[in-house]
């Protein structure tokens, strides 16, 4: 791993740490019941974990990378992945929990969005 990657994913563990202290500081205002809380840990958990795969796989020197038009087909395959992978975890959180699905689903969406707007910036910054 480059030092570009070992930067990266300092910067994941801090950015990570934040939506956990929000959620402990303010998750029993947003929920009544601590399901939705662990659920919403969980999730956390999955886009960290995801980004580390999407930082190993778009690493700008990985053969699949070099190759020509092999960028976008990836790109657009973790993209599909994590929407995919996203919708399962909100419906089965919806099917199994049953408890408090709106707020779960937009506290869930609101993570989404950030761990989004996360790997942008490192896809645009290390794409060259």
Do not use: Q
């Amino acid at each position: 791993m480059t030092s570009a990657n070992h930067k990266y994913i300092l910067y994941l563990v801090c950015f990570s740490i934040v939506p956990v202290i929000t959620l402990a500081v303010f998750g029993t205002s947003v929920f009544t019941d601590k399901r939705p809380l662990i659920g919403s840990g969980a999730a956390i958990a999955f886009f960290f974990l995801y980004e580390i795969v999407v930082m190993r796989m778009m690493n700008p020197k990985s053969p699949a990378i070099t190759t020509p038009g092999r960028f976008l087909n990836l790109f657009m395959g973790l993209k599909a992945v994590k929407i995919l992978l996203s919708l399962v975890w909100i419906t089965l959180y919806a099917v199994a929990i049953k408890v408090e699905t709106k707020r779960f689903a937009l506290v869930f969406a609101a993570l989404y969005l950030i761990y989004l707007l996360f790997e942008t910036l490192y896809l645009t910054r290390n794409r060259k």
